[in-house]
């Protein structure tokens, strides 16, 4: 009998437990969604971030490191990309010079948003306004680096399916840096 109602209580805090870590799941997943509703590619920064929901929790510092964190990860990715591209056979001369303009442009972009995240990380013991409009800053010429790149391309006819790749990776890169300076400018206020 006492083993039968041990066994029951074992079993309601495991029920409570499950219960308890899908409702804080729910939590932290709705608030990444009303975070990213006033971004500018709400989707994207959803599909993003809800990946790291258990470490954002609700806490906006985090999310917003985050999200500098995964778009320095998806430049650097592309710019590897593009520069092992940029090198193979097949390429033409008009194509690659556009490509390594690209990476030129993509690796000025991950110095400052590496900068942003350093700068991130010690938010807490430094003066919050001057960080967030240093972090706003470079994130603004990191953008402004990024659609350089993509105008370059456009001047590419887009008939080959790698361009399209190449173009959809930049403009993704330069879409979440979009997104993270909506959520940079969000805590700043
Ligand atoms: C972002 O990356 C840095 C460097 O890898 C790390 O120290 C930091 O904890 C990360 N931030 C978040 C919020 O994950």
């Known amino acids: 009998m006492e083993a039968l109602s041990s066994k029951f209580l074992l079993i309601f805090f495991a029920f409570s437990f499950t219960t308890l870590s899908i409702q804080a799941r729910e939590t932290n997943t709705l608030f990444i969604r009303n975070s990213c509703s ?6 994207l920064c959803y ?23 995964v778009t320095l990860a998806s430049a650097k990715s592309t ?7 940029s090198r193979s056979r097949g390429v033409k001369p008009r194509e690659a010079a556009a490509m390594k303009d690209c990476v030129e442009v993509l690796s000025d972009s991950v110095d400052e948003l590496r900068r942003c995240i350093g700068e991130m990380s010690h938010l807490r013991t430094s003066n919050f306004e001057v960080t967030i409009s240093d972090v706003q800053t ?3 010429a990191a953008l402004t680096d ?3 790149c993509t105008d370059g391309f456009q001047e590419i006819n887009a008939k080959h399916n790698i361009q399209r790749i190449v173009r959809g990776k930049i403009v993704q890169v330069a879409q979440l840096t979009s997104n993270a300076l909506a959520l940079i400018s969000k805590l700043a206020n």
């Open 47 to 69: 599909a993003s971030l809800v990946k790291h929901a258990d470490l954002i929790q609700t806490n906006h510092v985090l999310l917003t490191g985050t999200a500098l964190n």
């Open 146 to 148: 990024e659609s350089t």
């Open 38 to 43: 006033s971004t500018t590619y709400p989707r």
């Open 138 to 140: 470079w994130v603004s």
């Open 79 to 85: 710019s590897a990309f593009m520069s092992t591209l």
